[in-house]
């Protein structure tokens, strides 16, 4: 489908020097001159990427008792990653400018100059579209060379004589694959079973021109799942999600460009997808739209054809989200049916048994991959809940992601309000929230600075406190305050951050 992009630069340039300034992310190594695709998380965007995470593992090792999360190396051997085809086939599109010599990835240059997504194309098909829309290297304008595929494998050597080669892990699912049998046989020899992995992946990424979004050693969150392929059409908790609507972009649909909203049921029955695979779709989509809070008409599941999947994807949808500061919807995330290929695979190579006795019968397990990529989820909230507004620029990221929960503040600093407003953060960080607490210049300049970062709400104590043991509780969006007890901010916040509206928790002032 074609279409002009339009990028949001002044956005994207905001919400970095934000970034920077406040303590979300920043450039590596930048005072020896940082290189694109490597960027070092401060300590807002810690925080927030370890509230993701555990987001990420309480909900979706939530959905079977079967479900474990395992760690693992990011060096493995060369023969894993001969087995799983990342040698041979983990390869990017690359063109060279003949005047500057820098280089490209041909298909995100295709796609940024004239709006085509050309996920598959061979690279004479890639020559064709850059010779057809005569596209010139951007940073000079010079002429583009042949397209020739890359491989994105970091290698090393291990070893004093460094005669070993190893490889940094491109993703974190092999490490699963890898691990199946011997969790098979710890978790008494159940299926499904899931192995979850949250950890460092690496790419050596031709060029990367998406800032935050991609990136060369970056942070995935992934669930591989493993059952008997002859139940891949049976799901323990289908009457759950039957009538759940999801939002799909199918293939058939590409030059239409509208979403079909479509129940768990007639995804099932009407475009043939099997339940096993539908309820992982729709338990997804929940996690975008009620815990991450994604605005319905910003998210969707877009199709790949079988040009554009991996050659062993029998079924790929990605979940798709719509950025101002990318220029339309990019993959954050996806569903997989990866079959029988990754563990058919290691058995070859690895000349291990990776075959199973399970209900009577000898098979190798079938895997279906949830994958998702943390850091874009990170620079995802970040678009979507940048504000604008005369007085103020913030980010109204729902609690459950924002990096502080609470804000304490003494209205002035004297007259005892320091002492009494580090008593209240003391407290309320005995309550287990990411508390801050500031007495550093006017309560105006306060709110701003802690309304720039996303913290939701903000306490401030003032002289009526000292009286009556009462502080006053802001809202970010809103800019509305109540007047609560000390005593009751335990009950308080907790409704708050959950998500009740302030008004129904006290009279607003």
């Known amino acids: 489908m074609v279409g002009q992009i339009k990028i949001n630069k002044p956005k994207a340039d905001e919400i970095i020097n934000i970034a920077g300034k406040r303590g979300f992310f920043f450039p590596s190594g930048e005072a020896y001159s940082s290189t ?19 987001i990420w593992r309480d909900f979706f090792l939530g959905l079977d008792t079967n479900y474990f999360e395992i760690e693992d190396v990011n060096i493995l051997s060369r023969g894993v990653f001969q087995s ?15 005047k500057c010599h820098f280089r490209f990835r041909a298909d995100e240059l295709i796609e940024d100059e004239i709006g085509i997504n050309v996920d598959g194309l061979k690279e004479k098909e890639l020559d064709k579209m850059i010779k ?44 699963a694959f890898v691990s199946f049998k011997r969790e098979f046989m710890a978790l008494r020899e159940k299926l499904p079973m899931g192995l979850a992995i949250i950890g460092k992946a690496f790419r050596n990424e031709i060029s990367p021109r998406q800032g935050f979004f991609r990136l060369r050693e970056f942070t995935q969150a992934e669930l591989q ?29 590409r030059n239409k460009g509208g979403v079909l909203e479509i129940s768990c049921a007639d995804a099932n ?19 975008y739209l009620e815990l991450l809070k994604i605005p319905e008409v910003k998210f969707r599941f877009r199709e790949l054809s079988e040009k554009e999947r991996a050659f062993y994807n029998q079924i790929h949808f990605d979940a798709e989200i719509e950025l101002d500061t990318l220029g339309g919807f990019k993959e954050v995330s996806g569903v997989h049916y990866r079959g029988g290929y990754d ?3 290691h058995q070859k190579g690895s000349k291990e048994k990776f075959e199973i006795l399970y209900d009577g019968k000898k098979f190798i397990p079938h895997v279906l991959e949830l994958s998702f990529g943390v850091d874009r989820h990170i620079w995802a909230l970040m678009d979507l809940f940048f504000k604008k507004e005369k007085e103020r620029v913030f980010f109204s990221f729902p609690a459950g992601v924002a990096p502080i929960d609470v804000a304490v503040f003494p209205l002035v600093s004297k007259d005892k309000l320091p002492e009494k407003a580090t008593e209240v953060y003391e407290l309320v960080r005995n309550m287990d929230f990411y508390v801050l607490y500031d007495s550093k210049g006017s309560i105006g300049r306060m709110y701003r600075r802690v ?23 802001r809202d970010r969006d809103s800019m509305k305050q109540i007047r609560i007890k000390i005593a009751k901010l335990d009950d308080v916040l907790r409704k708050y ?13």
Not at 36 to 54: Q, R, S, V
Not at 138 to 158: A, H, Y
Not at 454 to 469: A, E, Q, R
């Open 84 to 98: 799983s085809g990342h040698l041979a086939h983990f390869n990017d599109p690359l063109t060279e400018c003949s």
């Open 132 to 175: 057809d829309n005569k596209l010139k290297c951007p940073k000079c304008g010079g002429g583009l060379g042949n397209v020739k595929f890359f491989n994105m494998m970091f290698d090393l050597r291990v070893g004093v004589t460094g005669d070993s080669v190893m490889y940094l892990r491109p993703e974190t699912a092999q490490s």
């Open 269 to 287: 029955k009407k475009i043939g997808l099997p339940k096993f695979y539908v309820y992982h779709l729709a338990q997804v989509q929940k996690f």
């Open 497 to 509: 951050l959950a998500g009740e509206k302030l008004a129904k928790l006290g009279k607003i002032i």
């Open 451 to 473: 309304d720039e970062i996303g913290c939701p709400c903000m306490i401030t104590v003032d002289h009526k406190s000292l009286k009556d043991n009462t502080v006053t509780l």
């Open 343 to 345: 563990l058919t695979q």
């Open 36 to 54: 694109a695709g490597f960027w070092t998380y401060g300590h807002l965007g810690t925080l927030m990427k370890h509230k993701f995470e555990n």
């Open 225 to 253: 799942i493993f059952f008997d392929p002859k139940n891949i059409d049976e799901a323990e908790r289908w009457e759950e999600i039957r009538n759940y609507k999801l939002k799909l972009f199918l293939v058939r649909d």
